[in-house]
């Protein structure tokens, strides 16, 4: 197959990936239709994709379900266009699958397997998948996410600490938490308090402990279905720790150069030191992060996977500070090519962040380390070629 689909626009991260993937595939003379999510009134475009797909030898690779999320416009005669046109579907998804079990029931529904095929950033979440989907055995493989290195030239780090991301404050989920009941909320809150003490969880193993332990024995079926409607806890914890951790620094005296919006609503007994620099796209978060000594991060809740930020900003020169995971221990070299700290207790951040801040000579190794590795293992060429091979098996 020689004709590949991606969306642009919608979630502008995606939508990005897409494009990093599409620009290669192009070079290898794979012929690419992009689609424009979230274009007004224009059905030009629709019939432009039909004729691309009716030609046959296409298939669609997106994320998050962009294209099988139940949109009218790529439906025909009662059905997807993906189906009418037998359109394999590779779906990249950079949540945890029990984001989507909505989504995932209605793509089995309406694509079945035989054209619907998925991509786990995180090896649990490959797991989940094999447990709670076994319809998709053979069709869900894992690849983790990739980095980027900046276009434009950078010659001098201006920034010492920075963040690229966002922030909510844990308690704007509180609505979720207490929506029904004391019990209820009882139940949530002994769940938080859970991950926080014991971060090295998965959170599905917290999920399945504490709904066992409150109702006894519960189908797979059932449990997934309560994990779905759990998802305030896993932002809730997430945001927990990333404005901790950045709090953490700020408080030690350390200034921390923030690339994204609502860290100025977190309460902070040193609030000039988080600089807020204004919400950017990829392109301005990879020219933050070219523009950094160190780059500090805070994973989604991936134990077995990593994130794309810690690439990016390897690929990008900047010292990465990052909380670990099963993946990247075995993937990268500590106080070599990254260093970790663990959500366990990160008292000592300031003080190493600190030491590397001065030890320009140490930060330069680390960095150009970082570089050699990131630029021969995770760029997204890599990862195209790593889907190809996939694909290949799938198709094949």
């Not at 095929?117 to 447990?131: G, T, V």
Request: aromatic share 14%; hydrophobic share 40%; glycine share 6%.
């Amino acid at each position: 197959m020689k004709k590949v689909v991606v969306f642009e626009k919608g979630i502008e991260s995606v939508a990005f990936f897409s494009l990093r993937i599409a620009d290669y595939l192009k070079e290898l003379g794979y012929e690419i239709f992009v689609y424009e999510l979230e274009r007004v009134k224009d059905y030009t475009q629709v019939e432009q994709l039909k004729t691309f797909c009716k030609d046959g030898d296409c298939f669609v690779i997106t994320f998050n379900f962009n294209g099988i999320r139940g949109e009218e416009e790529f439906e025909e005669d009662g059905q997807l266009i993906w189906k009418k046109y037998q359109v394999p579907m590779i779906n990249i998804m950079v949540d945890h699958p029990f984001y989507y079990p909505k989504l995932l029931d209605y793509v089995l529904e309406e694509l079945g397997t035989e054209l619907y095929y998925q991509i786990a950033i995180d090896k649990d979440h490959l797991k989940f998948m094999e447990r709670f989907y076994p319809k998709l055995k053979g069709h869900v493989e894992f690849l983790p996410l990739a980095g980027t290195e900046t276009v434009i030239p950078v010659s001098k780090k201006e920034y010492g600490v920075t963040f690229v991301g966002n922030y909510t404050p844990p308690e704007r989920f509180r609505e979720y938490i207490e929506r029904i009941d004391d019990e209820y909320t009882a139940f949530y809150e002994g769940i938080i308090k859970d991950l926080i003490e014991h971060p090295g969880t998965t959170m599905e193993e917290a999920f399945e402990k504490h709904l066992k332990r409150e109702m006894g024995e519960i189908s797979d079926t059932d449990l997934r279905t309560c994990m779905g409607n759990m998802i305030f806890i896993d932002l809730y914890v997430r945001y927990h720790f990333r404005g901790d951790v950045v709090k953490t620094l700020a408080e030690a005296g350390i200034p921390v150069h923030i690339w994204g919006s609502g860290f100025d609503l977190m309460d902070c007994k040193c609030p000039e030191n988080i600089i807020m620099e204004g919400a950017t796209d990829s392109a301005g978060c990879l020219l933050a992060l070219a523009k950094s000594k160190v780059a500090l991060n805070v994973m989604p809740w991936f134990k077995d996977g990593a994130h794309d930020r810690i690439y990016s900003a390897m690929l990008n020169h900047a010292v990465c500070f990052t909380d670990d995971s099963n993946f990247l221990r075995e993937d990268l070299k500590e106080g070599e090519e990254v260093l970790f700290f663990s959500l366990e207790d990160y008292s000592d951040l300031p003080e190493r962040i600190q030491a590397i801040l001065l030890n320009s000579i140490r930060r330069e190794e680390i960095a150009e380390a970082a570089y050699v590795h990131a630029k021969e293992k995770h760029t997204w060429k890599q990862r195209t070629d790593m889907l190809l091979t996939y694909i290949d098996k799938w198709f094949h």
